[in-house]
């Protein structure tokens, strides 16, 4: 028996579907069966029930599952693990993260961070909400920082929600709002408006619907923009409002006016993610590091969620 047939066996009890899973594995259905039927030989115990139009686990194979996922998770710590103390100096962290949200987070939790491992090496990817949640799943990723509006989007990984940011609006130097200290949401659910990509971006649009929901039902969306250099022309050039983190007004700088909405109290949370199975020594620091943060503008506001 290989480390390679429990991989097979655990990614076909979690797909409960050969085809999928010979699919996200790269080999042929025939050939994947054939290594569950082989490991079924081998161990003397059916794990799967097979009919024409469904897959599950046996009690015998649901126990096994539980096994396998132990020792798979147990075999990759000690790669981890072995690899961290073979690479002393060049230990790299992988943080993935959305610019408004995590503008001011990374800065000072950063600086913390340096002060107790100056060896260790950061690697920042400044990602759609999707590119996130694909890396940290993928492995490519040690920690995301991103908007956390609707945690069911994070199955599989830890969200925690670190706190939150006041809701501001970005406009154009002469737009009607401009003058005004404080933006009514009701008078922007009449605007234009201008957002990220929704294949992309599902955080960004989520935040925006529940923002504007007592006020319309189908906000007026001119506009879906894939970053944020290229939201913030669009508000520029007249083609409508953003709404977004009151981090935003460090980033527009001098070309647009931030404003914060009333009411007031409507806040949007930055959540970080991650893996707790394949979370190492040093980006567990890390994570330390950002829960630790205390910014004038950030209300902190822990509060796990496993989903």
Do not use: W
Request: aromatic residues 6%.
């Amino acid at each position: 028996m290989e480390l390679r047939h429990l991989r097979y066996f655990v990614l076909v009890a979690q797909e409960q579907n050969v085809t999928r899973a010979a699919s996200l594995l790269h080999i042929s259905q025939p050939a994947l069966s054939r290594q569950i039927r082989d490991l079924e030989g081998e161990i003397g115990v059916k794990l799967l029930e097979r009919t024409p139009n469904s897959l599950r686990l046996t009690p015998a194979g649901k126990s096994f599952l539980q096994e396998c996922t132990a020792i798979l998770n147990h075999v990759d710590r000690a790669v981890e693990k072995l690899r961290a103390k073979s690479l002393t100096n060049k230990v790299v962290i992988r943080i993935g993260y959305a610019a408004t949200p995590a503008v001011e987070i990374l800065n000072h939790s950063m600086r913390k961070f340096k002060k107790l491992h100056p060896k260790v090496k950061i690697e920042l990817f400044d990602l759609s909400s999707n590119g996130i949640i694909k890396g940290v799943r993928e492995k490519k990723l040690d920690l995301g920082v991103t908007v956390a509006v609707s945690p069911q989007s994070f199955e599989g990984l830890i969200l925690e929600q670190i706190g939150t940011y006041d809701i501001n609006v970005a406009l154009y130097k002469k737009h009607r709002l401009a003058k005004l200290k404080r933006v009514p949401l009701s008078e922007i659910a009449k605007e234009d408006l201008v957002t990220f990509t929704r294949s992309d971006h599902p955080e960004a649009v989520a935040a925006l619907y529940k923002i504007l929901s007592p006020f319309t039902t189908k906000p007026n969306i001119v506009m879906e923009c894939d970053s944020i250099s290229s939201l913030f022309a669009a508000v520029e050039a007249g083609n409508g409002v953003a709404l977004g983190f009151s981090t935003m007004a460090k980033i527009a700088g001098s070309r647009l006016i931030v404003r914060p909405v009333s009411p007031a109290s409507l806040k949007l949370p930055v959540g970080v993610i991650y893996n707790d199975q394949r979370l190492s020594d040093a980006a567990a620091d890390f994570l330390a590091a950002i829960k630790s943060v205390r910014i004038k503008s950030f209300t902190a506001s822990k509060q796990t969620l496993i989903v």
